[in-house]
């Protein structure tokens, strides 16, 4: 099953150095989401060839221009697009009003439903369960509300141990309910097939996380603990730890020390000061922390695993 | 005295063939204005190493988005970057409402004033008066309330006949009447130096009309009667001339009647249709009615003369 994330963005504030602003196309089982969408989202998307009528939900971690500017310009092309089929916007208080207002006063009445899903910065929260993952939302810490996202597969079916099943041919009842890691039992109750002699476990479910703005935050750590892969802002370096502080931003060495603290299996890092037109230092610094680190580049297709 | 035009977008609807949506800058008498504001103007901008911050007036023709979903970006950045300088924005009732909401859920308060004035798509009006230019909106017909915008130097001071001068030693305060076309008298009326005798006629005023989104509209004409330079949109060519007027679009063929029937010097094309990769075919049709026409390219700077 496909899990890949592709980077379209990775500048803060300010489109410059030829980076965007944050943005990213996940792909999990075929289903399209996308996590922000700073402005010129939609020329990156046809840049990097990525079809992008096949988004189905997007999330807006926060009301920071630099991560939904590009919104208004994507829903615009579906809808000039003739695209039919359902939207779902996943964002933060306020964002509705900012679609809707933009569409009255164009005179537009989208082609498309277009569902709005409130999301609550105060606690995780489940809020997208699809058949084969979930997506969660979990508080950051910054200026204005600002969620996280959590992209998680879904409990797998157990492998089938189909040496086994050569020796004993088994019923396509018993079969569903080995994989679902029940045993199959007679009509007494007793165990006719196991779970273990049957099957084999399921690989580990992934997981992707997502920490988009935040100051350094160790309650971060509890929401995210064990993701496969995460990003996690960078905004700074060491040289401008105060700044991140006082305006809520991490350094890479923050965002090392998270990813260390998390156990993730790998870390991202993105959301570059304009300062910093060689990034070598973050990784740097982030290594010194959490050595599988690496920097987010745009157009880049990082898979989960 | 500088009177230049930059292409940023020349492209309709949907950023695409590496073309961006419509936005203008133009330098008259070095003060900046921006003639709509389309996604990515600000990459634009910084792509042709154009001084952005020196933008004192931005004027937006209608709330489609490829004329405006810029705007939030470039206003951000304006901020960002520690701007103090007041910025005035004119623009369709509503856009006001548009950027408001926006800054309220970002929670931001600008560092600079922001000066938002409403234009009327009834009638042409003097909209802006500055020392050597005036700027006009007018009506043009498109499925929502749409100006254009004329822009127009004002009177000139004549030219002194520097020969006469070494002849004849004039105080100032008869130099400044002279300039300004008055002849000056002594203290009877009687005339002691004439504007004919000293100075010799300024060059003839020199203007730019910018029709953005209308359908095919003669009314037009009486607007933008003599401009030196005409940009019309051309979305189509005479092959959807059905979808141009169902869409209250022009064709490059309208285009080239309305420069024609102006009697303006030369017409820019633009706003072209995605589905015109090669645009050479515009080109010609416009060329047919009036051979005076260029297609606008973006980042190509054109001067009003």
Redo the contacts between chains.
């Keep these: 099953m496909d899990f890949k994330i592709t980077v379209l963005g990775s500048n803060s504030?300010?489109?410059?150095h030829g980076r965007?602003q944050t943005s990213q196309l996940v792909n999990i089982a075929n289903i399209y989401l996308l996590i922000d969408c700073g402005?010129?989202t939609?020329?990156q998307l046809?840049k990097f060839k990525l079809k992008f009528s096949k988004i189905d939900y997007i999330f807006i971690s926060h009301?920071?221009?630099?991560h939904f500017?590009?919104l208004?310009?994507l829903i615009?092309?579906f809808h000039?697009?003739k695209r039919t089929r359902l939207l779902t916007i996943f964002g933060?208080?306020?964002?509705d009003?900012?679609i809707t207002?933009?569409l009255?006063?164009?005179?537009t009445r989208l082609n498309f439903p277009l569902r709005f899903v409130t999301t609550n910065p105060e606690k995780k929260e489940l809020i997208l369960e699809e058949k084969k993952f979930q997506v969660f939302t979990f508080p950051l810490k910054h200026?204005?509300a600002c969620t996280g996202f959590l992209i998680k597969e879904k409990t797998l079916l157990r492998n089938l141990n189909k040496e086994k099943l050569l020796e004993t041919k088994l019923p396509l009842e018993a079969i569903n309910s080995l994989r679902k890691g029940k045993d199959f039992n007679d009509e007494s109750g007793n165990v006719l097939y196991s779970v273990e002699e049957f099957t084999y476990p399921p690989r580990p479910l992934r997981s992707y996380a997502f920490c988009s703005d935040t100051g350094f935050d160790l309650e971060i750590v509890n929401y995210i603990k064990g993701a496969n892969l995460l990003y996690h802002e960078a905004t700074f370096g060491n040289d401008e730890e105060e700044r991140a502080r006082e305006t809520f931003h991490s350094t890479a060495s923050d965002a090392g020390k998270i990813a260390k603290k998390a156990e993730v299996g790998s870390l991202l890092l993105g959301h570059y000061s304009t300062r910093y037109l060689d990034l070598s230092p973050l990784l740097e610094e982030a290594r010194a922390e959490f050595p599988e680190t690496y920097l987010s580049e745009e157009g880049i297709t990082y898979t989960v695993d």
């Design positions: 504030a300010i489109p410059a965007n402005e010129g939609q020329i046809r009301l920071h221009g630099d500017f590009g208004m310009g615009s092309s000039l697009n933060p208080n306020g964002l009003e900012i207002v933009q009255k006063h164009s005179n200026r204005i």
